[in-house]
């Protein structure tokens, strides 16, 4: 069988196009992951490093951007050592790092190697095994560590890994180290460089019972109130963990009840067959518990593979995170009594805009990529957020992680519920009757490739030109004004009945993506035909 496949990528095609006749070649993988000395390039995009297993996303590989760090540690940079939040080499190697993984094929071997690395190198490994990204976030601070590894690509399909490094503070890692990452990386790459180091000891430490005391020290997230809630009320809970590592998690949180069911807690390293994201799709099986459900309360929520993304339900509706992030802002100002501002991706709905001028929120739009955040999640920033979300379905919040976190989102979702005594959907309607309706949705169209990079960033940045404040454009027969334009990523038109579209290139595809949202649904169609109008005169 070994000789059909010249490489790792003819073999996961063969088993993703049927992943339960085929698992069996999972075998064939490891042995190119171990064997493949090919180099790769490395890039670290909005959430670290990412390849396919056993093609680019190979032990030697993994060994060399874990040396890779270890050399940009040692060099003693400082711009670096102040982007890690430490003094010096010497504090590192002191603090130590955490290393994990989520549930993918060989994710705990490739954490030894990670370690083997790290020890070699005098710094102090912990093994957190399989755990959530939000955890390793707060185990970095519960522990005073120096930072993490943790090998996830987030939900991508079954055939990728990742590599995520994470700072002293918690976050994902900011340019100033991932760029001197690649580097590094790169040039050992070129080399042809060949590592093979193991662990002398494995030392392990539990991240979810750090986790559970760091949200209860934070005080944000009310434990003991959730808890009672789901003991005392007429609830069904229903939480769809995608065989991902935050099965179990919400068991130790919550302690075990015969209230909540759990879906797809087993070990399985292809996800079923599906792409392992919260989709509309993949709430199929919580929507399917919750309607036969005859509970006064209903909560179901799905979680990516590993825990920093999250989509909700209570059966008459499915909440995305577009929905989910402006009650958040509404719960924790109105209700908690928390103050601050609102962060939000440029792409994320407006809804929550609404809100916060009403309230009096202050609102900052960042580019996409959640550690655009930071500045607004650090203890010490003069400007914290309440609410930090991006439309992709990740969130955090007042003290918590600079990570996404879809615990937090999954408790905070719980006490709502509890404070409120309203189901979510409800709890919605009641919010948008109050602040206004508004219907997000994405689409986009591909273009040649040859304009990839900079061509594309040139010709559409005609757009910005043209739609400036006060011009007036006809959608749908309407005639709307621009009341703002916003360009941190891209170029946002925002109208002034409060639709507004954005218009933003892949930047690593031949495809431009339209975000836009309307005031209505029926509206939708009319503002897509419009960014996809103004994108084609754009390129011509």
Request: charged share 25%; glycine share 8%.
């Amino acid at each position: 069988m070994a000789n059909i496949f010249q490489n790792a990528a003819s073999v996961w095609k063969e088993i993703l196009s049927n992943t339960e006749k085929n698992r069996d070649l999972l075998s064939e993988v490891e042995k190119f992951a171990r064997e493949n000395l090919q180099p790769n390039t490395v890039v670290f995009g909005t959430s670290g490093w990412r390849g396919e297993i056993g093609t680019d996303f190979t032990f030697n590989n993994v060994r060399i951007v874990a040396t890779a760090i270890v050399n940009m540690l040692k060099s003693n940079d400082e711009s670096v050592m102040k982007a890690m939040g430490v003094s010096d080499f010497d504090e590192i190697k002191r603090r130590g790092v955490i290393v994990g993984h989520d549930n993918r094929f060989l994710g705990p071997d490739f954490a030894r190697s990670v370690i083997g690395i790290f020890q070699k190198n005098g710094i102090k490994a912990l093994y957190a095994g399989e755990a959530a990204t939000p955890e390793f976030s707060a185990g970095i601070e519960m522990l005073n560590a120096a930072c993490s590894v943790n090998l996830t690509p987030s939900h991508n399909p079954a055939n990728y890994a990742g590599f995520k490094f994470n700072p002293a503070d918690g976050g994902p890692a900011g340019s100033e180290i991932t760029t001197k990452i690649e580097e590094t990386a790169n040039a050992l790459m070129s080399s042809g460089v060949v590592m093979n180091e193991e662990p002398s000891v494995i030392e392990k430490v539990d991240l979810t019972d750090l986790y559970i005391k760091y949200i209860t020290s934070k005080g944000t997230i009310n434990l003991e109130r959730i808890k009672k809630f789901i003991s005392d009320s007429d609830i069904t809970l229903c939480i769809d963990n995608v065989h991902g590592s935050t099965r179990g998690r919400a068991q130790k949180i919550l302690g075990q009840c015969n209230k909540v069911v759990y879906l797809r807690t087993e070990d399985d390293y292809l996800f079923g067959g599906v792409a392992p994201e919260p989709s509309e799709k993949n709430m199929e099986g919580v929507d399917s518990v919750l309607k036969r459900s005859s509970s006064k309360f209903k909560l179901g929520v799905i979680m990516d593979p590993d825990g920093d993304r999250i989509r909700f339900s209570d059966g008459s509706m499915q909440i995305p995170m577009n929905y989910f992030g402006a009650m958040a802002l509404h719960f924790l100002n109105v209700h908690k009594g928390i103050k601050g501002v609102v962060a939000k991706s440029v792409g994320t709905s407006n809804f929550v805009n609404a809100i916060a001028e009403k309230l009096g929120i202050p609102i900052k739009e960042t580019k996409v990529g959640f550690k655009n955040f930071r500045p607004y999640l650090l203890s010490n920033s003069a400007e914290r957020a309440i609410v930090a979300f991006e439309e992709s379905d990740g969130i955090s919040g007042y003290n918590n992680t600079l990570e996404k976190d879809a615990l937090f989102g999954l408790l905070l979702s719980i006490e709502m519920m509890a404070v409120t005594g309203k189901n979510l959907s409800a709890y919605l309607k009641d919010i948008m009757d109050e602040f206004g309706y508004f219907y997000p949705d994405r689409a986009g169209i591909t273009v040649d490739s040859s304009l990839v990079g900079e061509p594309l960033l040139k010709k559409l940045s005609a757009i910005k030109e043209r739609f400036q404040k006060g011009v007036s454009v006809e959608i749908g027969g309407k005639s709307l004004t621009v009341k703002d334009l916003i360009t941190v990523d891209g170029t946002k038109v925002v109208f002034d009945n409060g639709s507004w579209l954005m218009i933003r290139p892949s930047g690593t595809e031949p495809k431009v993506r339209f975000y836009i949202e309307a005031r209505t649904e029926a509206d939708k169609k009319s503002i897509f035909e419009a960014a996809e109008k103004m994108t084609r005169e754009a390129l011509s």
